[in-house]
């Protein structure tokens, strides 16, 4: 049996409510399937508008097998180009992040434009056509201050996600706003394993103490089911909506994106061990931070957002292997805030890195225990994990249209 024929049974045999055969965790060929099928498939958040204000600007990054640079071309669009030189494919931008004037691969000086068009190869045989020899093009979309990519020949549709998130990030003008901070970690397990115990607050109690402070552990606010019955939530979002806050849970019909803003516990206003702003700007004029509690995005399979009256928390997830898992996190602030005046890296900070360090411990030790031969898939729990098993949904739905050929319609998720 090939690995597709073997991944599709084993997605059409799973016990519902259950978790993952050993294999989509650690075997390099399903990795490489998940590579094929959604990272080169789905529409993917790479950065934001506000890493490259200027002309010039770029940032790199790695999708599976292919760099790419993102950069604001001279006329302030925002472009994605794949970062191979036409001329031997050596990589054009090596740095994390940088600014030119021409992007100049440093193997043999070929020159381009910032829009990717060819400008200068030195000593070429006479017919040499520059026009064919650009950087190749990436599909790029930009909302609300997000940055999304999507390398697949005929990208999926982005107006769905465009349409449902531009309101509810309107407010808090992500494009006026900077990087403060930067974390990458590195979480030894698959990228499944990171989304999964992201999707659940079971485990928060007994591991995120700093979280615990002010980010509640109802599953009403983590999962997927119980916000609109859960009184003090509907109160919360009546309030935020009557002050022009769009609140309410909202999903894909696919499962793929939803948001929602829920409160936070004990009157907190941020994720700071006091509860108080972390900064002392808002992030926008005219709205009351002390009411708003927090912003929850999620667009599988690269993005978890947190964005609250003071700061936005965004967070990116890349694969780097079967059993690796690049998670970066930004904290951005007002660009007119000032560090050391209106806020400190430790207190802007603390909470979300220390609460990062700790779910890549639980991530490893996940890892850890299903290489053992004598794993297999275990129940999940109703009550918590309601988050997890419609994360576990949406990559089986789509992996079984996707093994299937598209031919299938996507189940629809309530």
Request: net charge negative.
């Amino acid at each position: 049996m090939d690995i597709q024929n073997d991944m599709l049974c084993r997605l059409e045999t799973r016990r519902e409510g259950h978790s993952l055969d050993r294999a989509f965790y650690t075997d390099p060929d399903y990795y490489r399937q998940d590579l094929e099928h959604i990272w080169y498939k789905d529409w993917l958040f790479i950065g934001h508008d506000c890493e490259i204000p200027r002309a010039g600007n770029y940032f790199t990054v790695q999708v599976g097998d292919y760099p790419i640079v993102v950069v604001r071309d001279r006329q302030g669009t925002i472009r994605a180009l794949h970062n191979s030189c036409r001329h031997r494919g050596s990589r054009v931008c090596t740095q994390h992040k940088g600014s030119s004037a021409k992007l100049v691969c440093p193997y043999h000086q070929w020159t381009y434009e910032l829009d990717g068009k060819l400008l200068f190869a030195r000593q070429m045989p006479e017919g040499f056509d520059p026009a064919q020899h650009s950087l190749k093009p990436v599909r790029c979309e930009t909302v609300g201050g997000y940055i999304f990519i999507s390398l697949a020949d005929e990208p999926m549709d982005f107006q769905a996600f465009r349409e449902t998130v531009a309101g509810y990030l309107a407010p808090h003008r992500l494009g006026e706003t900077k990087v403060a901070y930067e974390s990458t970690i590195v979480e030894k397990g698959n990228w499944k394993l990171v989304w999964e115990n992201n999707r659940e607050c079971y485990h928060c109690a007994a591991n995120h103490p700093e979280l615990c402070r002010t980010y509640p552990e109802a599953p009403t606010v983590t999962g997927v089911q119980g916000a609109m019955d859960d009184p003090e939530i509907g109160a919360h979002w009546e309030r935020c909506e009557a002050a022009g806050l769009p609140s309410t849970f909202r999903i894909a019909p696919t499962g793929q994106f939803r948001m929602t803003r829920m409160p936070l516990i004990n009157g907190a206003e941020s994720y700071t061990m006091s509860g108080h702003a972390a900064v002392r700007k808002q992030l926008s004029a005219g709205i009351n931070q002390r009411a708003i509690g927090t912003l929850l995005l999620f667009h599988y399979p690269t993005t978890w957002n947190h964005v609250l009256g003071d700061h936005a928390i965004t967070f990116r997830v890349l694969p780097l292997g079967p059993e690796l898992t690049q998670v970066t996190t930004k904290w951005l602030v007002s660009k007119d805030a000032v560090e050391g005046v209106d806020y400190t890296i430790e207190d802007l900070t603390h909470v979300w890195t220390e609460t990062n360090d700790q779910d890549r411990q639980i991530v490893e030790e996940n890892a850890f225990g299903i290489r053992s031969p004598a794993y297999e898939p275990g129940p999940y729990s109703t009550e918590h994990e309601g988050g997890v098993m419609q994360f576990v949904e949406w990559y089986c739905n789509f992996m079984q249209n996707r093994l299937q050929g598209d031919a299938a319609p996507l189940s629809r998720v309530a």
